[in-house]
């Protein structure tokens, strides 16, 4: 498609594109009368309109039926987050049995690394890519200290190549080839929270199991956003939030998809609760253990139901839309967005510098050079929601469920005027 960048061609793309009514579906903090143009969804999602009505259901439930609610609630509590497995699964690439909805998702890194985390003699080392999210870093090195490793040796880190700005394909392959014999376990993220890059995670999965270890993915950046086939790929494990792109409100539960291979595997190491046991006998109170023999085995509590509520208000409207849907919009709004940075690059002889890689989704990170922060206060004060990375990087995350082609111009007009300022 030949893009203009005028208001005229943005609102053409509008008209005709299949997802427009959705953004009516979505609140908008509202600045100078306005609603923002949002490019934060890759931090935390808008809230859907229909959120409010799950979590009122849940507070009538829990005022007239106390704790009935657990078994005669319209929607039970007590297996409210199977709800989630069944759209959830389709969002991933799973099956329903795959994935289970708990905690958040740092503990849920933890939880898995007990399982897929099991240092053997010399096989204990961990490949995960340089300056990944800090959480994932303070994970792993604890981790790895847990078992009584020191974090320099047992993290290989696959680094950029001086002077660029993504990871290559081959780079990562080639580490993960020299580790060899050492390698336990490859962690990374599918989705680099930073640069936006998207791993081949099929490649990568398939290269560590070469080398007989196990493969993780943190897919905090990727679920909601980019195609995904987590059973076919053969990924060991994989756990996201969900207040992403995912909509489901500010510090939400966390999902996690062990592969089928896994789950009758009766001697997994695992830390369980009650909650992981078959449902049949849940409530008689056994002294032991009794797998359920899906994802949820991972499953310690019974989960906060109040909080899985905007997530299933959110994966109902992902169901209904479809990743496939989602994606197309994404590519062209993404396309077009770096089209408007270019023209008005060129036509301010400035320098912006997109270092995202061609593999990406939903988010364009930009350097400015020769900008600073007072350009992103600038867009703050005109409706304009980003985030800034000192010096100077912006992320630009156009989310296909609510944004539209004429806030990608609008702010490429605001982004002129401050920088002519
Ligand atoms: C957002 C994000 C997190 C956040 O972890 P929480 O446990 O939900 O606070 C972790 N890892 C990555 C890669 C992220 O992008």
């Known amino acids: 498609m030949i893009f ?8 053409a793309l509008d008209v005709e594109d299949p997802l427009k009514k959705y953004r009516d579906d979505f609140y908008f903090p509202i600045v100078n009368n306005k609603e923002v143009i949002y490019f934060t969804g890759n931090s935390l999602g808008l809230q859907p309109k229909s959120t409010k009505k799950f979590v009122d259901e849940i507070m009538e439930d829990w005022k007239n039926l106390a704790v009935d609610g657990h078994f005669y609630a319209e929607k039970s509590w007590w297996d409210y987050h199977e709800l989630l497995a069944a759209p959830l699964s389709k969002v991933v690439g799973a099956s329903v049995e795959e994935i289970s909805v708990m905690n958040s998702l740092t503990i849920n890194l933890h939880l898995l690394m007990v399982s897929f985390y099991r ?8 490949l995960c890519e340089e300056k990944a999210f800090p959480s994932d870093q303070y994970m792993l090195q604890s981790q790895v200290r847990f078992h009584g490793y020191n974090p320099d040796d047992a993290i290989i880190e696959v680094k950029k190549r001086p002077g660029e700005h993504h990871w290559r394909m081959e780079d990562v392959i080639a580490k993960i080839e020299e580790v060899g014999d050492e390698l336990a376990l490859v962690l990374m993220g599918g989705v680099n929270y930073y640069n936006g ?8 999965t398939a290269a560590g199991h070469a080398q007989g270890a196990f493969v993780g993915w943190d897919l905090a950046h990727a679920a909601g956003n980019i195609h995904l086939e987590l059973h076919d790929w053969k990924v060991d494990f994989a756990a996201w939030c969900s207040y992403k792109y995912m909509n489901s409100g500010p510090g939400n539960a966390s999902a996690i998809f062990v592969h089928e291979n896994h789950l009758n595997d009766n001697n ?19 002294p032991y253990f009794e797998s359920i023999g899906t994802a949820d085995s991972w499953q310690n509590s019974n989960p906060p139901v109040l909080a899985l509520a905007p997530y299933l208000a959110s994966l109902l409207m992902f169901e209904e839309v479809g990743m496939p849907q989602l994606i197309k919009k994404r590519a062209l709004i993404v396309a077009y967005l770096e089209f408007i940075l270019k023209e008005i690059s060129q036509e301010l002889n400035a320098s912006f510098e997109i270092i995202t890689p061609e593999e990406r989704g939903c988010q364009l990170s930009v350097f400015l050079h020769g900008e600073g922060k007072s350009l992103h206060n600038y867009l703050l004060e005109n ?31 605001i982004l002129k005027e401050g920088i002519l300022k």
């Open 4 to 11: 203009q960048n005028s208001l005229e061609f943005a609102l």
């Open 197 to 204: 890059q998207v791993f081949d995670m099929e490649s990568i």
């Open 119 to 126: 240092p053997n003699g010399k096989r204990y080392k961990i």
């Open 268 to 286: 997994i190491p695992r830390f369980e609760g009650w909650w992981g046991t078959k449902k049949e006998s849940r409530f008689k109170m056994k």
């Open 383 to 413: 409706g304009v929601i980003t985030d800034w990375i000192e010096p100077n990087v912006i992320r630009l995350a156009p989310a296909p469920f609510y944004c539209s082609y004429e806030d990608m111009y609008r702010f490429g007009q």
